[in-house]
């Protein structure tokens, strides 16, 4: 799983979060990502947590870190700013060619795009805005034919009302 989130610093300028959650023995391990701003450009992020050291995928780079209680899930941090030329909304994103292999409900999982994106809206009547945060990471560990829930105890910093809503899955493009 993932999400992205972002902070208001100053001006059109956000601080932006990715996390991922991985399976840590996995080579679609990432040291660094490709974030579309939204704005018509990207710019490739590096890993922000972890000790430096050989990644899964052989690389020499941050490792990202191990999620306390769980023995093979790894946390992973790409942050970094971007300043936008002005209002708008903006669709940040994130597309890696693979996700964690092993996926039951994705046929070969390893090789299907993982992709998650936010809104960013910039307004100056309406003022800065920054996005909700949760408090729980998504490890979703469900079994055939048992409820599953999820709660990602999210919570917003500018005190802004939370709704949501299911969408179909996104992926490759």
């Known amino acids: 799983g993932g999400e992205i989130t972002f902070r208001h610093v100053s001006g059109y300028t956000y601080e932006i979060t990715v996390t991922t959650v991985t399976y840590s023995p ?3 391990d990432r040291c660094e990502l490709e ?3 939204g704005d018509g450009t990207s710019e490739i992020v590096g890993r922000s947590n972890g000790e ?3 990644s899964p995928s052989g690389y020499y780079c941050r490792c990202g870190e191990m999620l306390s209680g769980y023995r093979d899930v790894r946390i ?21 060619p693979n996700r964690n292999y092993g996926v039951i409900n994705i ?6 795009p993982f992709y998650i994106e936010t809104l960013l ?7 800065t805005n920054s996005s909700p945060l949760t408090t729980m990471y998504p490890v979703d560990r469900a079994c055939v034919n048992k409820l599953f829930v999820s709660n990602a105890g999210a919570y ?9 809503e299911l969408v179909a899955c996104k992926g490759a493009n």
């Not at 992973?76 to 890696?96: C, L, P, R």
């Not at 809206?121 to 003022?127: K, R, S, W």
């Open 26 to 28: 996995s080579g679609a």
């Open 35 to 37: 974030v579309s701003w």
């Open 107 to 112: 046929p070969n999982s390893v090789n299907v």
């Open 76 to 96: 992973n941090k790409y942050v970094t700013e971007h300043t936008y030329a002005g209002n708008g909304q903006f669709v940040i994103s994130v597309e890696d």
């Open 156 to 164: 917003d910093p500018d005190g802004d009302s939370l709704s949501y």
């Open 52 to 54: 430096y050291g050989v």
């Open 121 to 127: 809206v910039i307004d100056n009547f309406i003022g």
